[in-house]
C-alpha cells in the first residue's frame, strides 16, 4: 500500500539558519503531494503541493520539489523564522478511489531566537 | 467563512460511555473523511466517504461508526469508548476533482479514562 517516512524529530534551528525535512513515498502511479503544517492547537493547512514529476510547490519562502525518479519530496526554507515553529506533515494523495491523504509521522520544528 | 467545523473541541468520556463527534463542512465537498492522530504515528484514516448515503472503512476502522445523511454532515461515533481510543481526531473535506487539497477543522481531543 501507499506510504510516506519523514525524517524524525525534533528538528531546532537557529532563527535564519536553513532548514531540510527529508520525505519519502511509495505508491502506485503518479500520486499528488503535500506538505501540510500544524501549528500549535491547530488543525492543519495546506502549506504546498506538487501534482507531477518535477513540479516545485512553494508558499511563504517553502518550496518541495516532486522528484519521481528518487520518489522523494524534500521540504526547504532558506531562512527561518521563530514564526515557523511547528509540525509538518507530509502527505500523498492518490488520483483514483477514495483519494485519502496518506501521511508521514510528522516533523516537529522547533526555532530559537 | 467557516470552512470545515467540529463540535465539541474537547470531550472526557468514562470507559464504556457513547459519544458522536460532528463534522459540518460548508464547501459543497463530495469526499470527506475522519482520522485520529497519535504522537508519533502521524494521521490514520478511519473511515471515509465518497458522497451523501456512503461511507467505508480506513485503515483503523474498529471500535468506530460512521454516517452521512446529509453532503455537509459526516459523524463519527464511538459505541463504547475505551482508553485506547484516546486521541485526536480530525475531519476533512475535499472536492471530488484530482489534485486538489484536503481542507481540515480544527479537532476534537478526547480522553476515555
Known amino acids: 500500500g501507499d506510504s510516506v517516512t519523514q525524517m524524525e524529530g525534533p528538528v531546532t534551528l537557529s532563527e535564519e539558519a536553513f532548514l531540510t525535512i527529508n520525505c519519502t513515498y511509495t505508491?502506485?502511479?503518479?500520486?499528488?503531494l503535500f506538505w501540510y503544517v500544524q501549528y500549535p492547537g491547530e488543525g492543519l493547512q495546506l502549506l504546498l503541493k506538487?501534482?507531477?514529476?518535477?513540479d516545485k510547490g512553494s508558499n511563504k519562502g517553502f518550496e518541495a520539489t516532486y522528484r519521481k525518479e528518487t520518489t522523494s519530496f524534500h521540504l526547504e526554507k532558506g531562512s527561518v523564522q521563530v514564526s515557523d515553529s511547528a509540525v509538518y506533515f507530509c502527505?500523498?494523495?492518490?488520483?483514483?478511489?477514495?483519494?485519502?491523504?496518506?501521511f508521514g509521522s510528522g516533523t516537529r520544528l522547533q526555532v530559537q531566537p | 467563512n467557516a470552512g470545515v467545523t467540529q463540535t465539541p473541541k474537547f470531550r472526557v468520556l468514562k470507559t464504556g460511555q457513547s459519544m458522536t463527534l460532528l463534522c459540518a463542512q460548508d464547501m459543497n465537498h463530495e469526499y470527506m473523511y475522519w482520522y485520529r492522530q497519535d504522537p508519533g504515528m502521524g494521521l490514520r484514516l478511519i473511515h471515509y466517504s465518497v458522497g451523501e448515503g456512503t461511507t467505508a472503512k480506513g485503515e483503523v476502522p474498529d471500535g468506530y461508526n460512521v454516517s452521512r445523511l446529509k453532503k455537509q454532515n459526516f459523524l463519527l461515533g464511538l459505541e463504547s469508548a475505551a482508553p485506547s481510543q484516546t486521541s485526536v481526531y480530525f475531519c476533512?473535506?475535499?472536492?471530488?476533482?484530482?489534485?486538489?487539497?484536503?481542507?481540515f477543522g480544527q479537532g476534537t481531543r478526547l480522553t476515555v479514562v
Open positions: 506538487a501534482t507531477k514529476a518535477d
Open positions: 502527505a500523498l494523495s492518490a488520483l483514483t478511489g477514495r483519494r485519502a491523504l496518506t
Open positions: 476533512a473535506s475535499r472536492t471530488g476533482t484530482e489534485n486538489t487539497e484536503a481542507f
Open positions: 505508491a502506485t502511479g503518479y500520486p499528488s
